[in-house]
């Protein structure tokens, strides 16, 4: 703030002493780049405030087998926007969606939810995935439906670094759970000084189940014994390369099964 201040003192300064409008142009890009540089840095803490505020959100939607095993389950994307949203007020966070449809050999959907900050500083997170198959009980219509849904809730998953995980139901327990347990002895490994921190970490694990690699493959390539080695900033590049990577094709598994629970609601 007293650089921003600074700069519009200098303008004001410049005003009254009527200097030439080649100078003044010179001085107002500099107040652009600063103001620029000012938002991006209250976007950055404010998503950093964020990021340590929200919850990790339970996967509680599950997909049962023809056998009515449970196969995995899933957050709705209904269900994190509203564990998540007092958040994103708390902090000045607003976000819009757009969507749109790809022909290049095969149709994909593609959907960017673009987050602004209240001081100004907007980014954008895109996610693209493939149409399922038109089935008897979904129409083309709602086969382009769940597939943007489907690419919705990783768009905006990505965007805030929101982290989901199973269900634990002992977590309200006075005792601690073995789960619970071991949740507590991993932070502990993230000390801070400059390393990954635990949700990093944790954010970095579920994008590489995602992307169809292990945590094995990432220690691998840079010959770690464990992702706790890792600097902050290296953990950051980590999960911008791998936003970018394409999804498993099981995704489209997900994605159908989210379309034949929303038949199911307008059946």
Same mark, same amino acid.
């Not at 149409?131 to 086969?143: C, E, H, P, R």
């Not at 993230?190 to 970095?204: E, H, K, L, M």
């Not at 600097?231 to 970018?244: C, F, M, R, V, Y």
């Given at each position: 703030?007293?650089?921003?201040?600074?700069?519009?003192?200098?303008?004001?300064?410049?005003?009254?002493?009527?200097?030439?409008?080649?100078?003044?142009?010179?001085?107002?890009?500099?107040?652009?780049?600063?103001?620029?540089?000012?938002?991006?840095?209250?976007?950055?803490?404010?998503?950093?405030?964020?990021?340590? =505020?929200?919850?990790?959100?339970?996967?509680?939607?599950?997909? &049962? $087998? #023809? %056998?009515? *095993?449970? !196969?995995?389950?899933?957050?709705?994307?209904?269900?994190?926007?509203?564990?998540?949203?007092?958040?994103?007020?708390?902090?000045?966070?607003?976000?819009?969606?757009?969507?749109?449809?790809?022909?290049?050999?095969?149709?994909?959907?593609?959907?960017?939810?673009?987050?602004?900050?209240?001081?100004?500083?907007?980014?954008?997170?895109?996610?693209?995935?493939?149409?399922?198959?038109?089935?008897?009980?979904?129409?083309?219509?709602?086969?382009?439906?769940?597939?943007?849904?489907?690419?919705?809730?990783?768009?905006?998953?990505?965007?805030?670094?929101?982290?989901?995980?199973?269900? =634990?139901?002992?977590?309200?327990?006075?005792?601690?759970?073995? &789960? $619970? #347990? %071991?949740? *507590?002895? !991993?932070?502990?490994?993230?000390?801070?000084?400059?390393?990954?921190?635990?949700?990093?970490?944790?954010?970095?694990?579920?994008?590489?189940?995602?992307?169809?690699?292990?945590?094995?493959?990432?220690?691998?390539?840079?010959?770690?014994?464990?992702?706790?080695?890792?600097?902050?900033?290296?953990?950051?590049?980590?999960?911008?390369?791998?936003?970018?990577?394409?999804?498993?094709?099981?995704?489209?598994?997900?994605?159908?099964?989210?379309?034949?629970?929303?038949?199911?609601?307008?059946?």
């Amino acid at each position: 703030m007293p650089v921003k201040q600074n700069a519009e003192a200098l303008i004001a300064k410049a005003i009254d002493k009527n200097v030439p409008v080649e100078t003044m142009e010179r001085l107002l890009a500099m107040r652009r780049e600063l103001n620029a540089e000012w938002a991006k840095e209250a976007f950055d803490r404010a998503m950093s405030a964020f990021q340590a =505020d929200c919850p990790t959100i339970e996967k509680t939607k599950a997909v &049962k $087998t #023809k %056998s009515g *095993i449970v !196969a995995y389950k899933y957050a709705p994307i209904e269900s994190i926007v509203s564990q998540v949203k007092g958040f994103l007020k708390k902090h000045g966070f607003s976000y819009s969606t757009t969507m749109e449809l790809i022909e290049n050999g095969t149709i994909k959907v593609r959907v960017a939810i673009k987050v602004t900050h209240a001081a100004g500083h907007s980014e954008l997170t895109e996610m693209t995935v493939p149409l399922g198959n038109k089935t008897d009980i979904m129409s083309q219509t709602q086969v382009v439906a769940s597939a943007q849904t489907f690419a919705k809730r990783y768009a905006f998953c990505n965007a805030f670094g929101i982290l989901t995980g199973d269900e =634990d139901s002992d977590a309200n327990t006075q005792a601690q759970s073995p &789960k $619970t #347990k %071991s949740i *507590i002895e !991993a932070k502990a490994i993230y000390t801070g000084n400059g390393r990954i921190s635990y949700r990093q970490a944790n954010f970095i694990r579920d994008l590489l189940k995602q992307k169809g690699y292990t945590e094995k493959d990432l220690l691998n390539k840079y010959k770690i014994a464990n992702m706790a080695e890792l600097p902050s900033t290296k953990a950051s590049q980590i999960i911008e390369n791998l936003q970018k990577l394409p999804s498993l094709d099981e995704s489209d598994q997900e994605a159908e099964a989210i379309a034949n629970d929303a038949v199911a609601a307008l059946s």
